[in-house]
């Protein structure tokens, strides 16, 4: 996933995530893990994080 973040937002937006969003994923037994990062530089512009998400199985990754 990624995701095109205002700078002004950044700090919320991470904080969100890590607080809400994740735990939240994180309770499907289907996810494994979740890594997020900065980026940079990105093709086309505008992107400014990224998030990788590792699935034990997609067939089960839905959220209640």
Request: aromatic residues 10%; contains cysteine.
């Amino acid at each position: 996933m990624t995701f095109e973040v205002p700078e002004d937002f950044l700090v919320e937006f991470d904080a969100w995530y890590k607080k809400e969003h994740l735990p939240l994923l994180m309770s499907s037994p289907a996810w494994i893990r979740c890594r997020r990062y900065s980026v940079v530089d990105s093709e086309p512009g505008g992107v400014t994080r990224a998030a990788l998400h590792e699935l034990a199985d997609l067939s089960r990754a839905r959220l209640t």
